[in-house]
């Protein structure tokens, strides 16, 4: 059972930079088009960013697009977060879809795999 593990959260100020990974033990995550979603208090999960099991695909949602960045090796997958906002504030989800995709998928139902989340909080 594909069990995923993100990091990386933490306090940081507006304007600052967070770099969240999200690995599996055991696992590489080559076959799985991978997600980072979000969910702040009282409001629904939104998809931030996601990327195909290639790499070549990814989608950004506009509130954060030119802010982060999503990457991937076989292990890990990467959310490079700069010039955070306290509207970024949130606890961000990984999530994992066992299919080849070509195309980057934003939307949550898909994803069968989720890890428990890391708290990000943009406060001064």
């Known amino acids: 059972q594909l069990q995923l593990v993100e990091s990386g959260g933490g306090l940081v100020q507006p304007g600052g930079s967070l770099r969240l990974s999200c690995g599996a033990s055991?696992?590489?995550?080559?076959?799985?088009?991978i997600g980072w979603f979000r969910q702040a208090p009282g409001k629904e999960r939104e998809g931030v960013s996601c990327?195909?099991?290639?790499?070549?695909s990814k989608n950004y949602a506009d509130s954060v697009k030119g802010r982060f960045t999503i990457s991937r090796d076989n292990r890990t997958v990467y959310l490079q977060m700069d010039n955070l906002k306290p509207e970024d504030t949130a606890v961000y989800y990984c999530?994992?879809?066992?299919?080849?995709?070509?195309?980057?998928?934003?939307?949550?139902?898909?994803?069968?795999?989720w890890g428990q989340g890391t708290q990000v909080t943009v406060s001064s």
């Open positions: 990327i195909s099991n290639s790499g070549n």
């Open positions: 055991g696992f590489t995550l080559h076959y799985y088009a």
């Open positions: 999530a994992a879809l066992a299919q080849w995709t070509v195309q980057a998928i934003c939307d949550p139902n898909p994803y069968a795999y």
